[in-house]
């Protein structure tokens, strides 16, 4: 690969992120931040070394299949890799990356204001007073739930279900997870959480349930129908991860028959298309997948792909590589 090697970016970056690409690389910027039609990415992916797509970008194998020779790296703007086809690039040789661990904070954070915003109502009441259907201030009035005390449900013990489990305990929630795999005893410890192997007996325990893991094959519609009706009627359901993880129109009509208190979601199926059930519903917190939008996190997620397009440049493995050799 050449010492410039040409990078093609599918969507606008901060600044000080497209300042040091244009510096380092012979970069290819979308200036207008419109996602890349079809037949653009397909240009794309003819004439570039480096390809950085974010998640609004379908890299299967059948783009992958018009790729020219000079493609051999993938540095995607996100952690979540599931609209990439990992197998079609690593049969092609390319190197796919992501860029871990700096979005962690911030989707924490996304989490926790969700599970305050539902528990709290708080969406609710601003749409009350914005809208001037606000009268008086009553004893009974716009009830909602205490966190302190409540039992945290989290599917997904990986670095954001640990920062969200760290935030929770600071309001005094009993943490409980479900994972692949339990974690190392003194971290289990140190949060104070309770492993469930079996995510069916989890889910009639808990009060709020924090959706955390990756979306796989594995886990698409892991909360299915016949899960959900699992949680006890009071439940709260989060979605910061992806929304493919639930079965949507199965958690519309539940929140809407009140089989489920509400759900505070940031992410959705067919999403920026939401489920119109959903956007009648006032129990439901609604937000356009801003988990881990922040200045800081959109910078620190530029750098890391800066690093690894510069690691793989100079012959190194880039150290955020998941697929390739």
């Known amino acids: 690969m050449p010492q410039r090697p040409l990078v093609v970016v599918t969507r ?15 970069a290819r910027l979308n200036e207008k931040d419109v996602p890349l039609t079809r037949q653009k990415l397909v240009a794309a992916v003819g004439m570039a070394d480096v390809l950085v797509p974010t998640v609004t970008d379908r890299i299967d194998a059948s783009l992958l299949a018009a790729a020219g020779p000079r493609l051999k790296l993938i540095a995607n703007f996100g952690v979540g890799i ?22 962690t904070e911030d989707t924490a954070d996304m989490t926790m204001a969700l599970i305050l915003a539902a ?15 606000w009268k008086t201030w009553a004893p009974t009035f716009m009830l909602g739930a205490r966190l302190g005390g409540k039992r945290l449900g989290i599917i997904g013990m990986g670095r954001i279900g ?7 305990r600071g309001f005094g929630m009993e943490i409980h997870y479900h994972n692949r795999r339990r974690i190392a005893a003194g971290l289990e410890r140190t949060l104070e ?8 007996r989890m889910l009639p325990r808990i009060d709020i ?13 892991l909360l299915s129908a016949r899960r959900l009706k699992l949680l006890p009627a009071h439940a709260i359901v989060v979605n910061t991860a992806r929304g493919g993880i639930i079965d949507e129109a199965a958690l519309a009509q539940m929140l809407a028959k009140g089989e489920v208190a509400a759900a505070g979601l940031d992410v959705f199926e067919r999403e920026p298309a939401v489920d119109q059930r959903l956007k009648r519903l006032d129990n439901v917190v609604l937000t356009p997948h ?36």
């Open 162 to 168: 640990q920062a969200v489990a760290q935030r929770a």
């Open 290 to 325: 801003m988990g881990s939008g922040t200045r800081e996190g959109r910078i620190d997620m530029g750098e890391k792909v800066i690093a690894n397009i510069k690691s793989f440049t100079d012959g190194r493995r880039p150290p955020d590589r998941v697929a390739g050799t």
């Open 119 to 133: 528990a709290r109502r708080l969406a609710e009441g601003e749409r009350l007073v914005r809208g001037g259907k």
């Open 12 to 26: 606008k970056l901060p600044e000080p992120v497209e300042a040091r690409m244009r510096k380092l690389f012979d």
């Open 193 to 200: 959480a309770t492993y469930w192997r079996s995510l069916d």
């Open 209 to 221: 349930l924090s959706v955390n893991c990756p979306y796989t094959p594995d886990t698409h519609h």
């Open 82 to 103: 599931d609209h990439i086809d990992l197998a079609a690039a690593e049969t092609r040789g390319i190197v796919v990356t992501n860029t871990p661990g700096v979005l």
